[in-house]
């Protein structure tokens, strides 16, 4: 299977305790989002990348998030001090930029985080 | 800033009728339009986009989309709905002069009834 691939499928935490997710894009993407979906709502954008550089941030993503992309291949967000808002499905999507790119985003499966 | 509305929580449509799914949207360039499919237990899967030229789009599982620019619209539709067309359907816009930032709807669920 060569779509998006993220990891793990589902984390439970404790309030206050940190969590780190993994995407892993399609091979030839070199952009890459973050989304979060709660339940009824639509993915909220979170960040992008192109390759490794990180070119835009939403103002959800408070200080306590981190998104890294090393290398421009699999990324990691990390979430600190979690808190119980933070609870919801955490969306990975990657695309194909440049000149021949076909702007539609391919989303992985998600991470379905829950905060106790 | 971009925005994007899907007016209706959900649409009921009878197998073998047609179906339109509306979206409206706001931004200040041009638009670069989507909608997204998303099955129960399953990721949100690309259906159909426009992005520039002709107003009618044609994508995936016989879907299409008009782009109207007068009315800021691009309803999804489908001349023939089937029961295995019932899931969860969002549009998405990303304006051409905001970067690559691409805002959902809140999504529409469609039921098919047999």
């Known amino acids: 299977d060569t779509g998006v691939s993220q990891d793990p499928r589902h984390k439970i935490t404790k309030r206050g305790q940190n969590v780190t997710f993994r995407c892993d894009p399609i091979?030839?993407?070199?952009?890459l989002y973050w989304y979060r979906q709660t339940l009824g709502q639509g993915p909220e954008f979170l960040t992008y990348?192109?390759?490794?550089?990180?070119?835009?941030k939403s103002r959800l993503l408070s200080d306590r998030f981190s998104a890294e992309r090393p290398k421009g291949s699999f990324s990691t967000l990390e979430i600190q001090r979690t808190e119980q808002g933070d609870s919801a499905m955490y969306l990975c999507?990657?695309?194909?930029?440049?000149?021949?790119?076909?702007?539609?985003?391919?989303f992985g499966p998600g991470t379905r985080l829950t905060v106790t | 800033a971009q925005s994007v509305a899907q007016p209706e929580d959900q649409v009921n449509v009878a197998e073998g009728n047609p179906l339109t799914v509306k979206c409206t949207y706001s931004?200040?360039?041009?638009?670069?339009l989507f909608w997204y499919v998303q099955y129960p237990n399953r990721g949100l899967q690309f259906l159909l986009k426009?992005?520039?030229?002709?107003?009618l789009v044609k994508g995936s599982y016989g879907f299409e989309a008009e782009f109207n620019k007068s009315q800021t619209s691009f309803h999804l539709k489908k001349p023939s709905a089937l029961v295995s067309d019932s899931a969860l359907y969002f549009c998405?816009?990303?304006?051409?002069?905001?970067?690559?930032?691409?805002?959902f709807g809140a999504g529409t669920r469609l039921f098919v009834k047999a």
């Open positions: 990348f192109q390759n490794e550089a990180q070119l835009e």
């Open positions: 998405a816009v990303r304006d051409s002069d905001g970067g690559f930032k691409t805002i």
């Open positions: 931004v200040s360039g041009n638009p670069y």
């Open positions: 426009y992005i520039t030229g002709d107003n």
């Open positions: 091979s030839e993407h070199n952009r």
């Open positions: 999507a990657s695309s194909l930029g440049g000149t021949s790119g076909s702007y539609e985003q391919y």
